[in-house]
């Protein structure tokens, strides 16, 4: 607003200046004049102290009263008006509403500067984010972040050397927006077998400006009102704010306690991102996270990664799951939910099945041992291949709230249903084997 108003003023004079040269020159060559009432219009404008040095200068109507009277006089109004105004600002200067005002208003014009002034980068981010440095994105992204930002002043207390000034902050849905944003830093952070675990790169705090301007860029949310509350203190300069936590929270509207709070995200929520990142797990990335390796204890060199390979497949291909209840406790939730897998009972009845017919042929008598193992190993692996059955069990999981996050518990119980139950399969295929038809 400054250098416009400066602008102003130079061109309002040059202009004076001019009309006056030019004025002078039509005078000495008879020529259509330029009209007096321009000339005033343009000194009364702001251009007097260039009408004025062109009137000595050019010595042009020096002899005309209403201009080396009237001139002089709109020149030493324009400075008693100006002085005035100064005297006003130096006032306003002096309030504590307008050092807060003057500090907004940078907010409000995306002064990065000033931004950071109040609002630290490293406080706008989730106490989960491993500090690091910041790059341009950080910038862009706190930028965006203010870029709908509005204030409203409501009122000043001022108590001696010390001033209170409310005002009212409207700016984006940070609630909204912190809720996003901790879902897609969990939907990163969710690391489920160990390749992944030992490959992923750390959530820094590049990281995270990254998913805050992605996320502000791939949304639109709502604008909120919310009250802020600045104490100044008078000293030699004038009122200076006193910057805290408390302050940058509510600058951000709220945005830093939203990030960091440990409810934010319901447990059903963060449950429901951890079965989608098993979901999206391959047949390779279930033998990591289940640590598979010769799963039915084959000993079979020809065949017992060919069996895990296909094991795995199916658990991949048959993996689904629903959440039939979450039970809340507080800072504890059990949950209850359908794990559906492959139906293992059903793949090692039709084994028993092979079995039984190899064991009635002659061929079954004439192997040694080596080939007796590659023939079960097959008849194995030709069942895992030809089921499609699936079977599905009720688990209760366990989250806990350690005051930043909800964490899940996997135990032995949820590793069964995805693994199809093998005890119980076990179980019965071993009780069949035994039974009369197995005796015949």
Partial sequence: MNIILICYVIVSNLIGFLLMGIDKLKAKRRRYRIPEKTLFLTAIFGGSIGVLIGMHLFRHK?????????????????????????????????????AVRYELNLIQELDEATIQSFVSYENLTSSQIIPGKTGPETAEAVQLFFKNFRYKILDETITGDSAEVNV?????????????????????SVKL?????ESAALTTTSDYYQLLLDTLQQNSYSQITTTACFHLVKNETGWTILADDHLEDQ?????????????????????????DAFDALDGTQWKDFLGIDDAFATYNTDYSARIDEEYTNQIASCFSWEILQCHDNGSSVL?????????LGHVLDAYRSSLLDYADTVQSVKDDRIAASNEMSRLLLEALQQNNKTASTDVTLTMTNDGSTWNVTFGDEFTNALMGNPEDALDLFSSASGGPNHAE
Avoid: C, W
Wanted: hydrophobic share 45%; aromatic share 6%; glycine share 4%.
């Fill in 251 to 275: 600058l951000a509207s709220g945005f830093i306690t939203n990030i960091n709070d440990p409810y934010l995200i319901p447990a059903r929520s963060v449950l429901e991102i951890y079965l």
């Fill in 335 to 343: 949950a209850d939910v359908r794990v559906t897998s492959l139906d």
């Fill in 193 to 197: 077998y160990p390749e992944a675990a």
């Fill in 62 to 98: 020096t002899l005309h009263r209403s201009f080396v009277l009237g001139i002089p006089m709109i020149l030493i109004l324009q400075l008693i008006l100006m002085g005035y105004v100064l005297s006003m600002n130096r006032k306003n200067l002096e309030s504590p509403s307008h």
């Fill in 168 to 188: 009212n902050i409207t700016n984006l849905d940070t609630a909204a927006l912190a809720r996003d944003l901790r879902l897609k830093i969990l939907q990163q």
